[in-house]
């Protein structure tokens, strides 16, 4: 696509597990990065409700070698409840045993990648809480760039597992002269050809539902949608405004949009010449098994 609002980014790491989704007790990564984990690594670097990344294409400098791993894990996870019973009465709680041969740890075999590399080329877009002139797209690519080329991160980004830290750079030229730039200087012949790598997990959350943006309301807007609320209680029984209470505490929107429910996205992936073609508007059609 040629767009003057794609940035690219030079990714690189000693490991990576990018999951497949089918694998349900021990983690095989596919074979190159999946667009929700190169989404996941400029979202490290820079985001803001404002602006959302469409994966454009992933270029694969280096593939990596396959690497089996085997980790102690823990079976259990804290929940929010354990947690809030820890901060107010710690001798209630019971710790999560984790370690070898521990009462929740286990083993676990891991089947991941070692040493790669990638160009990962997104389209930034605005969501409708831009406010222009103030928000525009030039703001937030100028930010961008700065950040990359800074070495700048909210969090450290990872590939496909946060464990698995990745380094990253700005790329100034284009995708394909970056491509072939990195092909010299690691001594490796241009990659050709078109090799079919199945379907793909492309996200799982839908594009389009996070195009709406994310904001958390207002103290004052909260406060409007609790009154709105207890106007349509009046006239109810005592009990059925109770229960009505709860239920509006546990469903009440507290952010401008509903929150966003999982909705995995698969694609036919295909490496041409080096390749992914990720851009959802190209990928995720009924005739090719994005959706």
């Given at each position: 696509?040629n767009?003057?609002?794609?940035?690219?980014?030079?990714?690189?790491?000693?490991?990576?597990?990018?999951?497949?989704?089918?694998?349900?007790?021990?983690?095989?990564?596919?074979?190159?990065?999946?667009?929700?984990?190169?989404?996941?690594?400029?979202?490290?670097?820079?985001?803001?409700?404002?602006m959302?990344?469409?994966?454009?294409?992933?270029?694969?400098?280096?593939?990596?070698?396959?690497?089996?791993?085997?980790r102690?894990?823990?079976?259990?996870?804290?929940s929010?409840d354990?947690?809030?019973?820890?901060?107010?009465?710690?001798?209630?709680?019971?710790?999560?045993?984790?370690?070898?041969?521990?009462?929740?740890?286990?083993?676990?075999?891991?089947?991941?990648?070692?040493?790669?590399?990638?160009?990962?080329?997104?389209?930034?877009?605005?969501?409708?809480?831009?406010?222009?002139?103030?928000?525009?797209?030039?703001?937030?690519?100028r930010?961008?760039?700065?950040?990359?080329?800074?070495?700048?991160?909210?969090?450290?980004?990872?590939?496909?597992m946060?464990?698995?830290?990745?380094?990253?750079?700005?790329?100034?030229?284009?995708?394909?002269?970056a491509?072939?730039?990195?092909?010299?200087?690691?001594?490796?012949?241009?990659v050709?050809?078109?090799?079919?790598?199945?379907?793909?997990?492309y996200?799982?959350?839908?594009?389009?539902?996070?195009?709406?943006?994310?904001?958390?309301?207002?103290?004052?807007?909260?406060?409007?949608?609790?009154?709105?609320?207890?106007?349509?209680?009046?006239?109810?029984?005592?009990?059925?405004?109770?229960?009505?209470?709860?239920?509006?505490?546990?469903?009440?929107?507290?952010?401008?949009t509903?929150?966003?429910?999982?909705?995995?996205l698969?694609?036919?992936?295909?490496?041409?010449?080096?390749?992914?073609?990720?851009?959802?508007?190209?990928?995720?059609?009924?005739?090719?098994?994005?959706?």
């Amino acid at each position: 696509m040629n767009s003057p609002n794609l940035v690219t980014l030079r990714a690189w790491g000693d490991f990576a597990c990018f999951t497949r989704p089918e694998m349900k007790v021990e983690r095989v990564s596919y074979p190159v990065m999946t667009p929700s984990a190169a989404r996941g690594i400029l979202e490290a670097i820079f985001w803001e409700p404002q602006m959302f990344y469409l994966i454009d294409s992933i270029r694969v400098v280096k593939r990596g070698r396959w690497i089996s791993i085997r980790r102690n894990e823990v079976t259990k996870v804290v929940s929010l409840d354990n947690a809030t019973t820890w901060m107010q009465s710690p001798e209630k709680t019971k710790p999560i045993q984790a370690g070898g041969g521990a009462e929740d740890g286990t083993q676990r075999n891991m089947l991941a990648l070692q040493e790669v590399e990638y160009l990962i080329t997104a389209e930034v877009r605005l969501t409708p809480l831009a406010q222009p002139p103030r928000d525009n797209l030039g703001k937030y690519l100028r930010e961008i760039e700065g950040r990359a080329r800074a070495g700048k991160c909210f969090h450290r980004p990872g590939l496909g597992m946060r464990e698995f830290a990745a380094d990253f750079e700005w790329v100034p030229e284009s995708p394909d002269a970056a491509l072939a730039r990195r092909a010299t200087e690691l001594g490796q012949s241009p990659v050709r050809g078109e090799e079919p790598l199945g379907l793909m997990l492309y996200d799982v959350f839908d594009p389009q539902g996070r195009a709406a943006g994310f904001r958390w309301l207002t103290e004052d807007e909260l406060t409007a949608q609790a009154a709105t609320f207890e106007q349509t209680l009046t006239g109810m029984k005592k009990g059925e405004q109770t229960k009505r209470r709860k239920e509006f505490a546990i469903s009440r929107l507290r952010s401008s949009t509903a929150p966003l429910k999982p909705q995995p996205l698969f694609f036919d992936a295909r490496l041409r010449d080096g390749c992914l073609d990720c851009h959802p508007e190209r990928v995720l059609t009924p005739n090719n098994g994005g959706n």
